[in-house]
């Protein structure tokens, strides 16, 4: 018997926190499903892939600095790849026939993404009684401090209820509960069911030799120039007083030319290391005495 099928769909849009809590929640089902990962965003290079998952990578969409959509494939308009975007996520859910379908933030965010989402739901919904479960992945604490936050919160919710089977909240209660940072006026009438927090390996011990270095991390990093820049300034001081070593890892999503001006700005200072990226920052650190994060949710 074949084993039932999971559509997930996941879009980042500026940094990569979205995406690597997807991957470790598609690797996870993976054992018991057969799980086909829409990806809607450029995907880092070395990222690794999890085994045992099917990716469908849609025209990769995102939004640069100032929120503005637009495409990572320089081959195509924003428009053509909305078009092409649709008909791929459609034509999936047809051959696949899911047991569940997955949305990552929608509705409750990624509302330049409705055009593509709602003609799936739309679709699943007129199945009936076959139809699969329909599915919202939540970040623990949602954007708020929309100039219109009253009526996005009002729409998110007409949606949910219309559409949704359950909504699921990767938080722990304790920390965070969805009312806290979702107020509609409406009562929400779907299912919400606390995960606790994702990660990709709750297995890994803290290491009790923690060397004596500051990681400075700003996720994918296409806005955290300035807080490297303030990093690399700062090393010297720190160097001097604390002999205190800085690691600065720009994350893969830093412009080309930003990362080129941290370069020459580092250059011959002892005890500073620049990387484009790490194969596991959890694991560095893990090792590490301090870290500077740019505040970013999944950060």
């Known amino acids: 018997m074949p084993e039932p099928a999971v559509l997930f769909y996941c879009q980042h849009v500026l940094g990569m926190g979205h995406l690597v809590r997807s991957l470790a929640l598609a690797r996870a089902l993976a054992d018991r499903f057969r799980v086909v990962f829409l990806n809607g965003g450029a995907v880092p290079r070395g990222l690794p892939r999890p085994a045992g998952v099917e990716f469908v990578d849609l025209p990769p969409l995102g939004f640069d600095a100032t929120g503005r959509l637009v495409s990572r494939d320089s081959s195509r308009s924003v428009k053509r790849a909305q078009r092409e975007r649709r008909e791929a996520i459609l034509r999936t859910f047809r051959r696949l026939q899911p047991r569940a379908i997955v949305v990552e933030l929608f509705p409750f965010g990624r509302k330049k993404f409705a055009e593509e989402l709602l003609p799936l739901f739309e679709e699943a919904r007129a199945l009936g009684v076959h139809r699969p479960l329909l599915v919202s992945s939540l970040r623990d604490i949602l954007t708020t401090g929309r100039r219109d936050q009253a009526r996005h919160d009002e729409r998110a919710c007409m949606l949910a209820n219309r559409h949704l089977d ?7 209660p304790r920390f965070a ?5 979702f107020r509609p006026e409406q009562r929400l009438r779907v299912p919400v069911y606390y995960t606790g927090f994702v990660v990709a390996d ?21 806005v955290g120039e300035p807080l490297f820049r303030a990093a690399v300034e700062a090393h010297p001081l720190l160097w001097k007083r604390e002999r205190l070593r800085t690691m600065v890892v720009a994350g893969p999503f830093l412009p080309a030319a930003e990362w080129r001006r941290l370069r020459r700005a580092a250059r011959e200072r002892a005890g500073l290391e620049l990387r484009r990226s790490v194969p596991d920052l959890g694991a560095e650190l893990s090792r590490a005495r301090a870290s500077l994060s740019q505040c970013g949710y999944n950060t």
């Open 166 to 172: 359950a909504i699921m909240v990767h938080a722990d």
């Open 177 to 181: 509960r969805l009312e806290e940072s």
């Open 202 to 222: 709750a297995s890994r011990p803290p290491d009790a030799r923690r060397a004596r270095r500051l990681i400075v991390s700003a996720g994918g990093g296409l």
